[in-house]
């Protein structure tokens, strides 16, 4: 089961550091992604990063403000949001994907598990 946090309001050009856990068990051998949905909206797949760590996907509207990583703790990983804008509003999720590869990170259903969402709300 993974559990996401770090959720709140934060002024236009704050950061948030998201954190993805699992309970009962390790990530280490996912693709750990990020999505977010706002109201009305579909849900978007924001960062992932590969089982090893090696490779990393980024959407192109976070691209150089986020950061995903791997802890150093076998079962955490994060994302850092730097310079964030009113459109980063959203609930964000983390998912867990088996094969361990960023490949198709965008398509939901081939992520087995997900977090509950924390809210990220970027509002002066």
């Known amino acids: 089961q993974l559990q996401a946090s770090g959720g709140g309001l934060v002024q236009p050009g704050g950061s948030l550091r998201l954190s993805c856990t699992a309970s009962g068990g390790t990530l280490d051998d996912y693709a750990i992604a990020w999505f977010r949905q706002a109201p009305g909206k579909e849900r978007e797949a924001v960062s992932c990063i590969s089982s090893t760590g090696e490779d990393i996907y980024y959407a192109d509207s976070v691209k150089g403000r986020f950061t995903i990583s791997r802890g150093n703790s076998k079962n955490m990983v994060y994302l850092q949001m730097n310079s964030l804008k009113p459109e980063d509003t959203a609930v964000y999720y983390c998912?867990?994907?088996?094969?361990?590869?960023?490949?198709?990170?965008?398509?939901?259903?081939?992520?087995?598990?997900w977090g509950q969402g924390t809210q990220v709300t970027v509002s002066s």
């Open positions: 998912a867990a994907k088996p094969s361990g590869t960023i490949v198709a990170v965008s398509t939901p259903s081939v992520y087995d598990y």
